[in-house]
Structure formats: C-alpha cells, structure tokens
C-alpha cells in the first residue's frame, strides 16, 4: 500500500492548489481517503475525508466551504482542491487511506482509523 501526495507550493492568500494522493499495490474504491496537515510546531490536524461506500464528504470548521476532497477510483487518486486559501493554511499535507475492514471507513469517515499514510507535500500561503 502506497500513496503519494503532490501539488502542494507558494500561492499568496486567496489563491488555490489541487492536491493529488495517487495510490498503488491496492485499489482505493474500498478505501476511504483523508487529508491531514501539520504545521511547524503543530500538532497534526485532521483537514478532511471521502468516504468508500456513499462518497460522503467531511471537513474540518476551518476549511468548510473553502477546500473540497474528491476522488476518482478509476484513476485510483484522490484530490483536495483548496480555494481561497489562507495564511494559516499552510502546512505540509498529508493523505491516508483507511482499510474498508475500519469500521467507519464506509460511511462517517472523520471516525475511521487511518492506517496508510503517504509523505507530505508542502503547502505555503503568503500573505
């Protein structure tokens, strides 16, 4: 189980970034995805997730209305577009992948155990 994260770079605020998580060694349908973030002298925080068997969608307050995570499984990638973006959006982003034996890994996804986790790509918004 792999993922690899990418997309991340220097906007200045209000701008946006897509994010990609593309997976290999298993498929990401009966998977659901996370993005998290950590920044320096933070704790990791946990941003959002997409759900394996509905699609639904959750997110953190801060990002509400602001970023949307999505996923193709036929590409077997997932996705976090981030628009109006924020100084204190950055960060460097993680994604992860929660095993469909989760129990929440199918639906309410923000409970899931997310045990599969790819390096980080670095995200800094100017102000």
């Known amino acids: 189980v792999q993922l690899q994260a990418s997309g991340g770079g220097l906007v200045q605020a209000g701008g946006s970034l897509r994010l990609s998580c593309a997976a290999s060694g298993f498929a990401i349908d009966y998977y659901a995805i996370g993005w998290f973030r950590q920044a320096p002298g933070k704790e990791r925080e946990w941003v959002s997730c997409?759900?394996?068997?509905?699609?639904?969608?959750y997110y953190a307050d801060s990002v509400k209305g602001r970023f949307t995570i999505s996923r193709d499984n036929a590409k077997n990638t997932g996705y976090l577009q981030m628009n109006h973006l924020k100084p204190e959006d950055t960060a460097a982003y993680y994604c992860a992948a929660s095993p469909p034996t989760s129990y929440y890994s199918g639906r309410y996804c923000f409970r899931a155990e997310f045990d599969s986790w790819g390096q980080g790509t670095q995200v800094t918004v100017s102000s």
């Open positions: 997409i759900s394996s068997s509905d699609g639904s969608t």
